[in-house]
């Protein structure tokens, strides 16, 4: 089955910068999550926006939501090297059911 | 603090083998889910269960069974492993939806499994 997809693929900027990662998904959503991958804490859970959340912020994220475009936004503001990771939108698809795009690899230089 | 285990961080194991690769979540959830994890892929959804005893399909099912008899364990088995099947393992479980309002799934470490 189809999956959303992140926007760039790979992303490398300067400590401190803020970094912008984009995702379009399918389907029409109850809400939509972004979670981050890196190899000391695994794949955790970022933050969860809902369809009717137009923007949601949690510390130094801040997620956009589009339903008129399905698109979403995640960005870091301040960046910091324990940053370095790959970011995921995830797309409820039905009742239980989690679907990942292929991410987007943030790399944060010193 | 929530855990999600999986048995083996590495595993070898040969073409035709049989491999059972479990896991054990301990925050009581119903969903539980297995990934597999390859470069330019992304996370792909093998199957899933939202109770003991029931499971469902996911998006790439092909050679790989499943067993959740107990709440908190979730098998998944490589009937007979194939070169293919090289990959990262990954498991999650999340609370039952209700409403459509899906809930955070919680992730274990991992698996990375060979198949010589």
């Known amino acids: 089955s189809q999956q959303g997809e992140e926007d760039p693929q790979a992303l490398s900027i300067q400590e401190g910068e803020n970094a912008t990662m984009n995702c379009s998904y399918k389907?029409?959503?109850?809400?939509l999550q972004w979670y981050r991958q890196n190899s000391g804490r695994g794949l955790v859970h970022l933050i969860l926006?809902?369809?009717?959340?137009r923007e949601k912020h949690s510390g130094r994220l801040r997620v956009t939501l589009d339903t008129s475009k399905k698109s979403s936004s995640l960005l870091i503001t301040a960046s910091r090297a324990a940053d370095t990771a790959s970011y995921f939108c995830v797309e409820p698809r039905g009742a239980q059911k989690l679907v990942f795009g292929q991410g987007t690899r943030l790399t944060i230089n010193p | 603090d929530v855990k999600v285990t999986q048995s083996s961080r590495y595993l070898v194991k040969r073409t035709g083998e049989k491999v059972f690769l479990e896991c054990v979540q301990d925050m009581d959830h119903e969903n539980m889910f297995w990934y597999r994890q390859d470069p330019g892929l992304g996370l792909r959804l093998i199957y899933f269960s939202y109770d003991v005893k029931m499971k469902e399909k996911g998006d790439i099912p092909e050679g790989y069974s499943v067993s959740r008899e107990k709440k908190e364990r979730f098998s998944l088995i490589l009937e007979s492993a194939s070169t293919n099947q090289t990959s990262m393992y990954l498991c999650?479980?999340?609370?039952?939806?209700?409403?459509?309002?899906?809930?955070?799934?919680?992730f274990g470490q991992g698996t990375r499994l060979t198949v010589v």
């Open positions: 389907t029409s959503i109850n809400n």
């Open positions: 926006i809902r369809s009717n959340e």
């Open positions: 999650a479980s999340s609370l039952k939806t209700f409403k459509k309002l899906n809930t955070e799934a919680f």
